[in-house]
């Protein structure tokens, strides 16, 4: 309010002193105009205004006396007020929340629980009565094949024909609901199942046979023969090209049994002479020489064979074929556990039949052994010849390095001779269970096996001396008072005329044992003391098995200098 009084007061004295001036007459104040009193500073127009403001003097001609300046005090100047600038309000607005969803909570999968159990629901069909029912059609339903049950099957009555009869007012009751019912026939009430169809029992092992065809699944006929493979060749070509022995035996196969020159010079060139065959027809063509004074180990070889391998294997082999092996064990008179014993020495029950090609081995063996080449070429002719009349394609079968056949592992020379088709299909096959038990019992017959003697019967120390520089083994025969003059005698009865004495070296010293003519019968099938000896053994092994409660044979006495120990053994096992 002071400053807006001020120019108030200041404009008043400007307006005041521009109407004096206009209407003094002195030239010594200009009028101005109102533009430059308006353009004069405040202070001036103070100035000016005072001056003016004076009284004039008259007029007169007298000079003027000098006039004194008025010194008019400047007013300090005055700063214009200028009001502090206020800050600009800017007017925001208000800022809007981002809308945020809430989290979802986590959820934990857990594994879901087992589902129960829940059975089948059983078929089941309503039944309405209708007021009328008409009789069902009866039909005849031909009886399914039964297998591994009785002859004779019982079946429930068959349900009998409900008609309903005429009512005046009929009333449907609730429905019935019961288990669906095949139809029977009244007339049968009894069901006589076919004749089974006997099924040959099979092993697993390698087989030389093509898998059977639906029509051959019916054994109880002969199977059809295989249509041969065609082998028309004019040159002999393969590993026996050039082989004047092979060349020579081409010859003889036509000129002697009328086989065809082409399909045997095929047969022939299909041969493979194998490192593995060669290096085998040069062992058994040149044998080494069994150092003099060394007895080999009885203990290693046995080692091979009585395993518990073999041994459980035989059992469960004894387990599925028990009829059939006392069925031979009957027939011929060899004991069911001597057939396994030399089933499990020769193949373990089918396992090991061999991987070589028998047309391959017996045509190494034949044309590059200088030794026994002549032997195994009547066996590579005998193998033609069965191949030719059972109809098999001569390059499949399986045999051992020496042309061995089947589980019993028969040359082919044999088959023919021992060769039993004991499941009665029309043929041998020595790959089939059945047949190998046959085959093998009538061979040990053939060869004289006596029936209820032992094969081999651990010695027992008489008290006499000079056994022990007696030759042992199977080629060598003793009457049994020879033995005993010489210190040896049976431990218990069981072997009767010429025995052979036994001297096997084992870990721990000597085995002296007595083999009966049994024993010798078993080294028909394999010239070997050793062989027999591992056969036996694991026959008894087997038959400790199988037939637990026979009294078992007495253990292994071994014939040593205390003749007491020896006689008090004998008399406990007496």
């Known amino acids: 309010m ?6 108030l007061k200041m404009a008043c004295l400007a307006s005041a002193a521009v109407l004096l001036a206009a209407c003094s007459n002195t030239s010594e104040v200009k009028p101005n105009t109102a533009s430059e009193v308006a353009k004069t500073s405040p202070k001036k127009v103070v100035a000016v205004a005072a001056k003016a403001a004076k009284p004039v003097a008259a007029v007169s001609t007298a000079p003027k006396a000098p006039v004194k300046k ?3 005090a400047k007013a300090p100047a005055v700063k214009k007020y200028t009001p502090p600038a206020k800050p600009k309000v800017v007017a925001q607005a208000p800022a809007t929340k981002r809308y945020t969803p809430p989290a979802k909570p986590k959820v934990v999968k857990r594994p879901a629980a087992p589902k129960p159990y829940v059975p089948a629901k059983p078929i089941v069909v309503a039944v309405h009565r209708a007021p009328i029912v008409k009789p069902p059609v009866r039909q005849v339903v031909k009886p399914r094949p039964v297998i591994n049950r009785p002859a004779v099957l019982h079946r429930p009555a068959a349900p009998k024909t409900v008609v309903a009869k005429k009512a005046p007012v009929y009333r449907s009751p609730a429905p019935q609901i019961r288990p669906a019912t095949v139809p029977r026939v009244d007339s049968r009430s009894v069901y006589v199942a076919p004749k089974q169809a006997q099924t040959r029992a099979r092993v697993q092992q390698a087989s030389y046979r093509p898998a059977p065809k639906p029509q051959r699944r019916v054994q109880s006929a002969p199977q059809r023969r295989a249509a041969p493979v065609q082998y028309n060749q004019s040159r002999l070509t393969g590993d026996f090209a050039g082989n004047r ?4 035996f081409i010859n003889k196969m036509v000129s002697r049994h009328g086989f065809d020159r082409n399909y045997v010079t095929g047969v022939m060139s299909q041969a493979k002479a194998t490192a593995w065959l060669k290096k085998m027809a040069y062992a058994d063509a040149n044998p080494k020489p069994s150092k003099r004074g060394l007895t080999p180990s009885w203990s290693r070889y046995r080692s091979r064979f009585l395993t518990s391998k073999h ?15 006392e069925r031979a064990a009957s027939q011929y008179g060899v004991p069911s556990e001597y057939i396994l014993g030399i089933m499990g020495v020769e193949t373990i029950y089918g396992g090991n039949v061999g991987t070589d090609r028998a047309l391959d081995a017996l045509s190494t063996m034949a044309f590059m052994n200088s ?7 009547s066996e590579l002719e005998a193998y033609l010849l069965m191949t030719r009349r059972t109809g098999l394609n001569p390059t499949q079968p399986k045999a051992s390095y020496a042309g061995a056949l089947g589980l019993p592992q028969f040359m082919p020379s044999n088959i023919k001779k021992y060769g039993v088709d004991y499941d009665g299909d029309g043929a041998v096959n020595l790959w089939t269970p059945h047949d190998a038990i046959g085959s093998i019992a009538n061979y040990l017959n053939k060869h004289g096996w006596k ?11 008489t008290g006499g001396s000079g056994y022990s520089s007696l030759n042992w083994g199977f080629k060598h025969k003793y009457s049994l008072s020879t033995l005993s003059r010489k210190g040896l005698a049976p431990a218990y009865p069981g072997v009767s005329g010429n025995v052979h004495m036994l001297k096997l070296k084992t870990n721990n010293g000597y085995d002296y044992w007595i083999g009966g003519n049994n024993f010798y019968t078993i080294t028909r099938y394999n010239h070997s003391s050793f062989y027999a000896m591992a056969v036996h053994e694991l026959a008894q092994a087997i ?5 637990p409660g026979r009294k078992a044979l007495p253990r292994v006495i071994e014939a040593s200098a205390d003749q007491n120990l020896i006689m008090q053994a004998a008399s406990h096992l007496l």
Request: aromatic share 10%.
């Open 2 to 7: 002071n400053s807006k009084s001020k120019h």
């Open 70 to 72: 008025v010194v008019v």
């Open 245 to 248: 022995l092979a060349q020579a």
């Open 311 to 325: 041994i459980n294997a035989g059992t469960a082999f004894y387990k599925k074929y028990s009829r059939t092996l």
């Open 371 to 377: 030794r026994r080449g002549s032997y195994f070429e």
């Open 451 to 461: 029936p209820g003697e032992i094969a081999a019967i651990p010695a027992k120390r």
């Open 543 to 547: 038959r400790s098995k199988v037939k």
